[in-house]
């Protein structure tokens, strides 16, 4: 009982810390992300509703992350020598207008430019949130932060997946075909992220750096540790891209669940990846942020043997719930990590650099996760992402842990 009230009372001191900034952040990310949960729970489904094959499916996902991609570095760029609260405002704007078009459109080329718009928001969205937590926190709170913004996210996900589930057979009872209900509970979402922009509008923070247009790009951090940094995230995005944009009909074709139980299954991963989130702050703290990354992600990999192999339901229900909340406990700690360690000038092109190099190699391969599915099933791309993940964590042993041993000792 009294390590818990010591747990509690840790805690409750630092949520009194927090900036306020940050709070009008976590609570428009909160809105924002239920908003965005349906189209990512049911937009795979609509498609294949349409008789869209999986190969499809993976090119037009990879179309918005190529776009994110090549507009990194760029964005960062521009965030760094600019008022960033604009962007809180016109990404979520972008986003909702490029999923209406892939939503609405009857043309392939129309879905596609509806990708490019939100890969455009996505751009400003990878290389701003990294940089503003490190902007309103400091030490003291900063590794809590990190993760309770993955919790808010989550707790978003969690909400959005439930409702998004159901509504779809609520809707359906009005008359409406599945393809109408499934577009139409979309939609309805999307109507949340709106609502995220009073909160975005209420952030105080204008610049978070004091660049101007004219500033000559340059790294202050060595080039070395900047290649360090990228490196095992860039392998883990060639691994989850083969299978994780995949899942959602993973389960509606291996298992023929319906949407809203596809929907609970979701929320419940998202919950236990919520509860994940807020221990490893606690876990950093004994065993340090790398000890901890490369142990959650070697403990998740048999939990992916068994996604790929197994046809027991049960163990695949609970595989996929471990694996996801092991895996999503390292992210925080890796962002915490790489912007701790990146001069403070470098933060936007470092947090772009890192969502770059996760966001190219997932797009490269959900193009052949799509095609591996559709042609021969699962086991191939689980087989791949095993490896990617077990290589990520070796090279966070080999590359990265000394040199949190030498910031250590040179404290």
Known sequence: MEKIEKTLNYYKNILKQINRNAYYYLLGNLFSGFGFSAFSLLFNIYLKSLNIGESKIGNLLSIGTFTTALLILPAAYIVKRTDVKKFFIISPILTVTGYFLAIQSSTFQLRIFGFVLAGISGAFTSVIGGPFIMSVSDSVTRTFLFSLSQATMLAAGISGNLVSGFLPNIIKKFGFSEVQSLKYAIFFHLLFVIISLFFF??????????????????????????????????????GAGMTIPFLNIYFRTI?????????????????????????????AKKFGLI???????????????????????PLV?????????????????????????????????????????????????????????????????FTFTILCYFTSSILYLILLKPLEKKIKTSK
Request: net charge positive; glycine share 6%; aromatic share 14%.
């Open 255 to 283: 298992f023929h669940l319906s949407p809203s139980t596809i929907g609970i299954i979701f929320s419940i991963a998202q919950l236990l990846t919520i509860l994940g989130s807020l221990l490893s702050p606690l876990f």
């Open 317 to 381: 229900l609970t595989s996929f719930f471990l694996r996801n909340a092991l895996m999503n406990m390292a992210s925080p700690l890796s962002t915490n990590f790489s912007l701790e360690i990146v001069d403070s000038e470098d933060r936007p092109f470092a947090s772009g650099l890192l969502s770059l190099a996760w966001l190219a190699s997932w797009g490269l391969t959900a193009n052949f996760g799509g095609y591996f599915i559709e042609k021969s099933g699962y086991r191939i791309p």
């Open 201 to 238: 509008s209420k952030i105080n923070t204008k610049r978070i750096y004091n660049s101007s247009f004219k500033d000559k790009v340059k790294f202050n951090t060595n080039l070395k540790i900047l290649f360090y940094l990228i490196l095992p995230p860039l392998i883990i995005g060639l």
């Open 291 to 313: 000890n901890t990354i490369i142990i959650t992600q070697l403990v998740s990999i048999p939990f992916l043997f068994i996604l790929g192999f197994s046809s027991f339901f």
